[in-house]
């Protein structure tokens, strides 16, 4: 079960290609499964099944299944997107036209952006130019300098714009951290060119690269598929990202770093992160709830990070989380007497 569990993801591209092949209602079956099914059933899962750990002997066993999992994803998410782009022009009805968009921007969701993110840590440049070319296919590529040097930097602090603050409504969160990460990913990519001697805006600059390469992917996207698939394939993206920002959102919302009189701030620890166990969210989006320990040691593949019981739990599963954060005074209620007690332990 340790391995077999992150086959779950292939019920994602399942579902899709479910969606891509019929009409009205019926291509809403990924939104039904992913928000509706995977949620009630992680409320129904005893909690013993949620707290699997591997032996120490077992984490010092190099194992290339974890790692061939993750390069499987990147043909089959530019497969996807083909697919979806050429059945467009077969679209007759506005629920269907819905139905599939919102599809592929799950695919653009779970495993163009968060396993692009997997990826995007890695040492290795080709694991890395993996993660870009998942990220482009969600248009999200500005993601990697952001996240990598920034958001590890900043996370619970008023200078990362993905951090989520107490009260603060997601819908204006979306914007806030999806233009704000934005502008930083130059900043940063701006700053290492001054460090590294290079003009601003030469090739070396991660975001000039990443800028090219997306005007490239909408031209031919245009080229080849005119206006109804360049709009569609965009939608696709954006709904990509809100599932981007509305998991940035739970997973740091009111857990604020303290900062010292020097004007800095403590070091990341457990606490300033949310996390949660339930086995379907972690598995289907490669432990990326287990995000206490990802920022603790942001190095540590997927299948390594492990739970602490210092790191303080939501009350379910990402999808579950992420469905009660779209009704702001309820998702109030129940996180910020829940964030008080985190921040109040962790003094």
């Keep these: 079960m340790?391995?077999?569990?992150?086959?779950?993801?292939?019920?994602?591209?399942?579902?899709?290609g479910i969606a891509f092949e019929s009409e009205g209602l019926f291509s809403f079956i990924p939104l039904f499964v992913f928000f509706g099914l995977i949620p009630l059933l992680e409320l129904l899962i005893p909690k013993s099944w949620n707290t699997d750990e591997a032996s120490e002997t077992d984490l010092s066993q190099p194992d290339s299944f974890y790692n061939l999992l993750l390069y499987s994803l990147v043909p089959l998410q530019w497969v996807f997107l083909l697919y979806f782009l050429s059945s467009q022009h077969e679209v007759t009805d506005p629920l269907t036209w819905w139905g599939r968009v919102l599809a592929m921007g799950l695919m653009c969701g779970i495993i163009g952006i968060n396993v692009g993110h997997e990826l995007g840590h890695r040492n290795s440049k080709m694991e890395r130019f993996l993660g870009e070319l998942l990220l482009l296919s969600s248009l999200e590529n500005h993601f990697l300098p952001y996240h990598n040097r920034g958001h590890h930097t900043n996370v619970g602090t008023p200078e990362d714009p993905a951090s989520a603050r107490r009260n603060e409504v997601l819908f204006a969160f979306w914007f806030r951290s999806q233009i704000g990460s934005y502008i930083q990913a130059w900043q940063i990519e701006i700053k290492r060119m001054q460090i590294i001697r290079k003009a601003r805006f030469s090739l070396s600059n991660k975001?000039?690269?990443?800028?090219?390469?997306?005007s490239i992917l909408l031209v031919l996207i245009f080229w080849n598929f005119g206006k109804g698939g360049l709009f569609a394939f965009v939608i696709a993206a954006v709904f990509g990202m809100i599932l981007l920002e509305t998991v940035n959102y739970i997973e740091h919302y009111g857990l604020a770093r303290k900062q010292k009189p020097n004007g800095t701030y403590e070091l990341v620890k457990r606490?300033?992160?949310?996390?949660?166990?339930?086995l379907l969210g972690r598995a289907i989006l490669f432990e990326l709830s287990r995000h206490s320990e990802h920022h603790y040691k942001p190095d540590k593949?997927?299948?390594?990070?492990?739970?602490?019981?210092?790191?303080?739990n939501m009350p379910t599963g990402y999808p579950g989380m992420m469905l009660l954060?779209?009704?702001?005074?309820?998702?109030?209620?129940v996180m910020n007497k829940a964030a008080?007690?985190?921040?109040?332990?962790g003094q």
Excluded: C, G
């Excluded at 975001?207 to 997306?214: K, N, P, R, T």
């Excluded at 606490?271 to 339930?278: D, G």
């Excluded at 593949?301 to 303080?312: D, G, I, K, M, T």
């Design 207 to 214: 975001m000039v690269v990443y800028s090219i390469a997306q």
């Design 301 to 312: 593949p997927y299948q390594l990070l492990n739970r602490h019981e210092s790191a303080p």
């Design 325 to 333: 954060s779209l009704i702001p005074p309820l998702f109030f209620r």
């Design 2 to 16: 340790k391995r077999l569990k992150y086959f779950l993801i292939f019920l994602l591209p399942i579902t899709v």
């Design 271 to 278: 606490h300033h992160s949310w996390n949660s166990n339930h």
């Design 340 to 345: 008080d007690q985190v921040l109040k332990a």
